[in-house]
Each structure stands twice: as structure tokens, then as C-alpha cells.
């Protein structure tokens, strides 16, 4: 599973933690993510995301 980045604050979006506090399942792989999903730090979309 990988790990993206957030080029605006640093977030880390795990695929294998996912995010459940908004609703994105543990193992969810980041293209799979709704488009409309923002960066629950600081709110830029999928757009500003950089695989690490």
C-alpha cells in the first residue's frame, strides 16, 4: 500500500489506514478516494497529492 503526500501542509494520506474519521475505509487505495475528498488538514483537493 502506499503513502501520498500533501504539497500544501504534509498530511499523509495511508492507504492502509485510510481515513475513517471522514468516511475513507482502512485499505482504500487513493485513486479510489471520491474525487471530492479534500485533505482533512487543510482542505486543497486530490490534485495537490504526491505518491511518496
Do not use: L, N, R
Not at 502506499?2 to 504534509?10: F, L, N, R
Not at 475505509?25 to 479510489?32: H, L
Request: proline share 6%; hydrophobic share 35%; net charge negative.
Amino acid at each position: 500500500m502506499a503513502k501520498w503526500e500533501c504539497s500544501v501542509c504534509g498530511y499523509v494520506y495511508d492507504e492502509a489506514a485510510g481515513d475513517p474519521d471522514h468516511g475513507i475505509a482502512a485499505g482504500t487505495k487513493f485513486e479510489d478516494i471520491p474525487d471530492d475528498w479534500v485533505c482533512p488538514v487543510c482542505g486543497v483537493g486530490k490534485d495537490q497529492f504526491t505518491k511518496q
